[in-house]
T-cell receptor
Framework: GAVVSQHPSRVICKSGTSVKIECRSLDFQATTMFWYRQFPKQSLMLMATSNEGSKATYEQGVEKDKFLINHASLTLSTLTVTSAHPEDSSFYIC????????????FGQGTRLTVV | AQSVTQLDSHVSVSEGTPVLLRCNYSSSYSPSLFWYVQHPNKGLQLLLKYTSAATLVKGINGFEAEFKKSETSFHLTKPSAHMSDAAEYFCVVTLSGGYNKLIFGAGTRLAVHP
């Protein structure tokens, strides 16, 4: 299958600062990328869907000004958690679709964010 | 609206014995159904998918699942568990053929004992 690389895998930041998480499709052009959030021992919740070159579509209850998503190229999407607070601590996972001949979405390895 | 219920939050089996992870779905349309596996602090890997073709779907690592419309179920099975199967498993539903909105079940943690 195709490879999606997410960076960093772990990050610790101070409350009030911003953190950027990158999601790259390494061997295919990702026309659509998805960002999920996973709380401990819970399932994944879709935060937003982004299509290359257009604004992201956020799910209900997700603050678009707090979770900034940029999908400027067909191989890179970024999620920026602005003015992070301890309650933003979570596991964030991206997925990407667009591999030619496949409708499968491929997942990154996730980013563990801890806000102290 | 689509939803998915994983009936067991934890399943524990002995190595070499069968695995059964249960999943029921609700969908107003023809659903696509998936099983994903997540190892600790890792991303998700697709095990198998059902998209309205054969109702018995074979996946990777010896897993398979059967789509039963009358029971609205998509249970995941494996004849013989390996230690490496210990992980979190997610049953997922979406509209047929679409990947835009994956609706995840709560997950089932599988423990495999020697």
């Amino acid at each position: 299958g195709a490879v999606v690389s997410q960076h960093p895998s772990r990050v610790i930041c101070k409350s009030g600062t911003s953190v950027k998480i990158e999601c790259r499709s390494l061997d295919f052009q990702a026309t659509t990328m998805f960002w999920y959030r996973q709380f401990p021992k819970q399932s994944l919740m879709l935060m937003a869907t982004s299509n290359e070159g257009s604004k992201a579509t956020y799910e209900q209850g997700v603050e678009k000004d707090k979770f900034l998503i940029n999908h400027a190229s067909l191989t890179l999407s970024t999620l920026t958690v602005t003015s992070a607070h301890p309650e933003d601590s979570s596991f964030y996972i991206c997925s990407a679709s667009g591999l030619q001949g496949s409708t499968e979405a491929f997942f990154g390895q996730g980013t563990r964010l801890t806000v102290v | 609206a689509q939803s998915v219920t994983q009936l067991d939050s934890h399943v524990s089996v002995s190595e070499g014995t069968p695995v059964l992870l249960r999943c029921n779905y609700s969908s107003s349309y023809s659903p696509s159904l998936f099983w994903y596996v997540q190892h600790p602090n890792k991303g998700l890997q697709l095990l198998l998918k059902y998209t309205s073709a054969a109702t018995l779907v074979k996946g990777i690592n010896g897993f398979e699942a059967e789509f039963k419309k009358s029971e609205t179920s998509f249970h995941l099975t494996k004849p013989s568990a390996h230690m490496s199967d210990a992980a979190e498993y997610f049953c997922v539903v979406t509209l047929s053929g679409g990947y835009n909105k994956l609706i995840f079940g709560a997950g089932t943690r599988l423990a495999v004992h020697p």
